[in-house]
């Protein structure tokens, strides 16, 4: 059973970078065939996805936050990392890690099929 | 970015109703719409995929249907369990996905 675990800093200073890693275990982050994203909540909100890292290492990130958001994977450890520079107040959520899995042959579906239990970041001085 | 709207915002509903779920994509998505489940301090859990189907280990009273903009999430007879915050998500530009607000089922 694949699983997804957050860890990082659960309060960042205004202006600072927010790092976070995702580690999975019960399967290879190297795996064909899915890609591993980050998306978070702000508390009372909805979802926001923030961007993902294929298993091929190219990156895809959200229009709004492209300027700020780095994703990396670390295959020796079986994990990827969110890095969100020049955070403020509005950065404050729930960020959680999860698995999209694609299927399908000329065009892709893909669902979000494995998430970690989420780990709240709070932006304050 | 496909913005997606689900309405009603919120929904007040009995045990053993029948309930369903709007959402409406800006532009047509074929059937590349998803709808998780989300229950307080919880990730959010896959229910319907594509539209259609059912995710392995989800009830059949949760059924999905609809393609191009507008798409439903039917529960077919409330069960305690089912109250929870709802969500449809767009994968068709899987370079900004995006998901609608939510709809929260709420004990009537």
């Known amino acids: 059973q694949l699983q997804l675990q957050e860890s990082g800093s659960g309060l960042v200073k205004p202006s600072q970078t927010l790092s976070l890693t995702c580690a999975v275990s019960?399967?290879?982050?190297?795996?064909?065939?899915?890609?591993w994203s980050w998306i978070r909540q702000p508390p009372g909100k909805g979802l926001e996805w923030i961007g993902y890292?294929?298993?091929?290492?190219?990156?895809y990130y959200n229009p709004s936050l492209k300027s700020r958001v780095t994703i990396s994977v670390d295959r020796s450890k079986n994990q990827f990392s969110l890095k969100l520079s020049s955070v403020t107040a509005a950065d404050t959520a729930v960020y959680y890690c999860?698995?999209?899995?694609?299927?399908?042959?000329?065009?892709?579906?893909?669902?979000?099929?494995?998430w970690g239990q989420g780990t709240l970041v709070t932006v304050s001085s | 970015d496909i913005q997606m709207t689900q309405s009603p915002s919120s929904l007040s509903a009995s045990v053993g109703d029948r309930v369903t779920i709007t959402c409406r994509a800006s532009?047509?998505?074929?059937?590349?719409l998803n709808w998780y489940q989300q229950k307080p301090g919880k990730a959010p859990k896959l229910l319907i995929y594509a539209a259609s189907s059912l995710q392995s280990g989800v009830p059949s009273r949760f059924s999905g249907s609809g393609s191009g903009t507008d798409f439903t999430l039917t529960i077919s007879s409330l069960q305690p369990e089912d109250f929870a915050t709802y969500y449809c998500?767009?994968?068709?530009?899987?370079?900004?996905?995006?998901f609608g607000q939510g709809t929260r089922l709420e004990i009537k």
């Open positions: 019960g399967g290879s982050i190297s795996s064909g065939g899915y890609s």
């Open positions: 999860a698995r999209e899995y694609y299927y399908g042959s000329g065009s892709y579906y893909s669902y979000f099929d494995y």
């Open positions: 890292i294929y298993h091929s290492g190219s990156t």
């Open positions: 532009q047509s998505i074929s059937s590349y």
């Open positions: 998500q767009q994968s068709y530009s899987t370079a900004s996905i995006t």
